[in-house]
């Protein structure tokens, strides 16, 4: 060491820290602890000494028992090494005390499983570098992560945030996982400006109070072409706000979860992977066809809901577009029916020779007729369906019924005009 240790006097914490925020942080997680550890000429105490091999000195681990032990939580700033998380995790423990995980960095797997945090729980600017587990966690006081990054896997599944939490600012650059969260009434869960890159899951979540994600121009928290919000079978409380401002979405996120009495605003609704405004039904299905089984079934029904839901909020354009994507997955269903009769008729056929033979198998027994008045009702049904589709796009865009009403009045009319002989 080139500089006289007796004159080193206090760690040097992070770069880049404010005057006050160093000086609180080398109050209340340095204390009196040496400052003897080098790295890039600057000098560290044991906890904030940013070096992955400082698990060689015993020291570190036995500081950090000592203050678990004695229910000190103030970890702010310090880096977490490979080694000593493996050996050492956060889990299953009731915390009475403040958490200060702020700016803390986590190199390998983060667990803090099954905890209770009775008091604030602070990872403000929290580093993530591996796998994260808050599963099971139960939040008693505000929960703060604004700014971490999670550079892996994120769970909170079957969570229970009691008094809100901020996840704004947030990066998740792989899965982020609230399956089964509870988030009680009467707090506010903030996902503002938060940067999700992979799928978001929320499924069997129970929503009670407000949860609100917003976005801006520069961040619109959705906005990578493989990025999923997963909202199914979760439940929302009468009196519970679910809030969309400002963000990119999919209508086929909306599936299996009723979105009649969610809030949007400002939404750009990313009906394919450019994000243009145009109604693709085909992309939106072929999105749900890798996970849902019955999708067109089911897609029908969140199209109508987001419909209903924009109508009742003065977005008559945008509820068209959703009645549009209804009328079309409705429309490709019947198609789908009359495609799969086509393709029957070849195997019906042989069976019939078959049974002609003489054979007696149980697949070559005949299929008792359908109802004549039923096949023909549901072939009018598919011509009137097609004719309703061909003339207005289902009656939604007026643009498309003046252009048919047009090629009749002058070019279909005029022809069958000039080709009949009238007599005089």
């Given at each position: 060491?080139?500089?006289?240790?007796?004159?080193?006097?206090?760690?040097?914490?992070?770069?880049?820290?404010?005057?006050?925020?160093?000086?609180?942080?080398?109050?209340?997680?340095?204390?009196?602890?040496?400052?003897?550890?080098?790295?890039?000429?600057?000098?560290?105490?044991?906890?904030?000494?940013?070096?992955?091999?400082?698990?060689?000195?015993?020291?570190?681990?036995?500081?950090?028992?000592?203050?678990?032990?004695?229910?000190?939580?103030?970890?702010?700033?310090?880096?977490?090494?490979?080694?000593?998380?493996?050996?050492?995790?956060?889990?299953?423990?009731?915390?009475?005390?403040?958490?200060?995980?702020?700016?803390?960095?986590?190199?390998?797997?983060?667990?803090?499983?099954?905890?209770?945090?009775?008091?604030?729980?602070?990872?403000?600017?929290?580093?993530?570098?591996?796998?994260?587990?808050?599963?099971?966690?139960?939040?008693?006081?505000?929960?703060?992560?604004?700014?971490?990054?999670?550079?892996?896997e994120a769970?909170?599944?079957?969570?229970?945030?009691?008094?809100?939490?901020?996840?704004?600012?947030?990066?998740?650059?792989?899965?982020?996982?609230?399956?089964?969260?509870?988030?009680?009434?009467?707090?506010?869960?903030?996902?503002?400006?938060?940067?999700?890159?992979?799928?978001?899951?929320?499924?069997?979540?129970?929503?009670?109070?407000?949860?609100?994600?917003?976005?801006?121009?520069?961040?619109?928290?959705?906005?990578?072409?493989?990025?999923?919000?997963?909202?199914?079978?979760?439940?929302?409380?009468?009196?519970a706000k679910v809030v969309f401002q400002s963000v990119y979405l999919c209508p086929s996120w909306f599936i299996n979860i009723d979105s009649r009495n969610f809030i949007f605003t400002d939404i750009i609704w990313s009906f394919n992977e450019s994000k243009s405004i145009k109604v693709n039904t085909k992309v939106e299905l072929k999105k749900l066809e890798k996970r849902i089984i019955n999708s067109k079934a089911l897609f029908k029904i969140t199209c109508r809901q987001l419909a209903e839901n924009a109508e009742n909020n003065n977005r008559f354009e945008e509820a068209s577009k959703f009645r549009q994507m209804a009328f079309e997955t409705e429309w490709l269903e019947k198609k789908e029916k009359i495609s799969n009769w086509i393709k029957n008729l070849v195997p019906e056929s042989e069976k019939l020779k078959r049974r002609f033979g003489g054979s007696t198998d149980e697949e070559d027994k005949p299929i008792p007729p359908t109802n004549s008045f039923d096949i023909l009702r549901r072939s009018g049904d598919f011509f009137i369906h097609g004719l309703y589709r061909i003339t207005s796009f289902y009656g939604e865009s007026w643009s498309w019924a003046l252009g048919v009403l047009l090629l009749l009045i002058l070019v279909i009319f005029p022809i069958i005009y000039t080709q009949i002989n009238f007599q005089t």
């Open positions: 060491m080139s500089q006289n240790l007796e004159q080193i006097q206090k760690c040097h914490v992070v770069d880049n820290l404010a005057k006050g925020f160093k000086s609180m942080a080398q109050r209340s997680v340095c204390k009196d602890l040496p400052v003897i550890y080098e790295h890039n000429s600057n000098y560290y105490c044991v906890l904030h000494y940013p070096n992955d091999l400082k698990h060689e000195n015993t020291d570190f681990t036995e500081i950090v028992h000592s203050r678990l032990e004695n229910a000190q939580y103030d970890f702010s700033y310090v880096y977490f090494s490979d080694i000593f998380l493996l050996q050492l995790g956060f889990g299953k423990k009731e915390i009475n005390s403040p958490a200060k995980f702020n700016n803390s960095t986590f190199k390998s797997f983060a667990e803090f499983g099954d905890s209770v945090f009775n008091d604030w729980a602070d990872f403000t600017g929290a580093k993530f570098h591996k796998e994260a587990s808050f599963s099971g966690c139960k939040f008693n006081q505000n929960a703060t992560f604004v700014y971490a990054s999670f550079r892996d769970y909170f599944n079957i969570c229970y945030f009691v008094d809100g939490a901020n996840f704004s600012a947030v990066t998740f650059e792989n899965i982020a996982s609230f399956w089964g969260a509870t988030f009680e009434a009467n707090n506010r869960v903030f996902f503002k400006d938060t940067k999700f890159i992979d799928t978001a899951f929320f499924q069997d979540a129970n929503i009670k109070g407000e949860m609100v994600f917003e976005g801006s121009n520069k961040i619109p928290v959705f906005y990578e072409d493989k990025v999923q919000l997963d909202l199914q079978k979760a439940i929302v409380d009468k009196d």
